[in-house]
């Protein structure tokens, strides 16, 4: 006799919607972090309009108990950020100089990114490797410390252009020269369950002034053709699904391209180019989990005559446009909404 298990309809997260399918890895990765015997999965309702994604738990579960536990997801997510907040710079002929003073809750500013030096890198991984391997009998301290060596594998070393150190990590698109790490401390922390229940089930506000990665279109519209960068006047974003999306970056990494990388659903160059998600449904189940998913994004783009197989018979494909207003300076650019097409059998 199989489980019972409890399904909550998604009203929030749109199909068309980068961040939303972002927030949607994370809220998954989020709840397998800290509810595991819940076997959280998801899928997209194709008999019901508009279309929306389904999370599936097994047992009874109400949808406070839902943004409760993915809250909970966030401070596990906060605490592997801590050795990452900040890189401490060194001044010729003296000694490590002190961190700089973290930035205020809510500033458009966010503390530094990741690390990027590539000896305290290595350092760290082999620091996270040790730790985790010795901690595997605390499920929640190991959640922490392998959440702390999937950052660092993601991490990359600074490129140095006109003499600033500029992070190329695949945890950040070339949609802003923004800290990553900063950014999502502080969002990890910030994020409560009310405002987790306000963005899952209801219709987005974009009423938070704060960080943002700006993957969904509607904040694009806000920062596309100005005639300066807008950095410093901040950006107004959904609080929840940004906090999350920091989680679903680990599943869906995402970087400009370079030498011996590739960024998975993805097509084109730093300044143009198609960013892929499937869409799936359940297909008689209750949905798919996270590794499903993650292995349906490293198929993407499909190749012409490329079976679909891993996607089911009834699944569609969202890809939106990349785009930067000025090719010559890629890192600032916007995401549009998504087209969505059925996946030809």
């Known amino acids: 006799m199989s489980e019972a298990t409890t399904s909550h309809c998604l009203s929030g997260l749109e199909p068309d919607n980068?961040?939303?399918?972002?927030?949607?890895?994370?809220?998954?990765?989020?709840?397998?972090?800290?509810?595991p015997e819940w076997r959280p999965k998801a899928y997209w309702n194709f008999d019901k309009s508009p279309l929306r994604p389904v999370l599936t738990t097994c047992g009874s579960g109400t949808e406070s108990a839902v943004c409760e536990a993915a809250t909970e997801g966030l401070r596990v997510f906060h605490k592997a950020l801590f050795p990452f907040r900040h890189e401490p710079s060194k001044k010729e002929g003296s000694k490590e100089a002190p961190v700089k003073k973290a930035a205020k809750p809510g500033s458009d500013k966010p503390r530094k990114g990741l690390v990027t030096r590539r000896d305290r890198q290595r350092s760290l991984a082999r620091r996270c490797i040790l730790v985790g391997q010795a901690c595997r009998a605390d499920i929640q301290r190991y959640s922490i410390w392998q959440l702390r060596c999937q950052l660092v594998g993601c991490s990359a070393v600074a490129a140095v252009r006109k003499g600033k150190d500029i992070e190329t990590t695949?945890?950040?698109l070339t949609s802003g020269n923004m800290p990553f790490i900063g950014g999502m401390?502080?969002?990890?922390e910030t994020c409560r369950a009310e405002e987790m229940q306000k963005s899952l089930f209801s219709n987005w506000e974009y009423a938070y002034k704060g960080n943002s990665l700006r993957f969904s279109p509607d904040e694009a519209q806000r920062y596309a053709y100005r005639a300066s960068d807008p950095s410093d006047e901040g950006a107004y974003t959904e609080l929840a699904p940004t906090a999350l999306s920091g989680l679903g970056l680990l599943s869906f990494p995402m970087a400009q391209t370079h030498k011996g990388w590739r960024m998975p659903a993805y097509s084109g160059t730093s300044s143009e180019g198609r960013i892929y998600w499937p869409i799936w449904g359940s297909d008689g189940g209750n949905g798919s989990p996270l590794r499903t998913i993650e292995a349906m994004l490293q198929a993407l783009p499909l190749e012409e005559g490329e079976s679909p197989k891993l996607f089911g018979p009834r699944a569609m494909i969202a890809n939106a446009r990349r785009y930067a207003l000025d090719p010559s300076q890629p890192y600032y650019g916007n995401i549009s909404r998504a087209d969505i097409e059925r996946i030809p059998q």
Do not use: Q
């Not at 980068?18 to 509810?35: D, H, K, N, T």
């Open 185 to 188: 401390f502080e969002l990890a």
């Open 18 to 35: 980068l961040l939303a399918f972002l927030a949607l890895l994370g809220l998954l990765r989020s709840l397998e972090l800290v509810r």
């Open 170 to 172: 695949p945890l950040k």
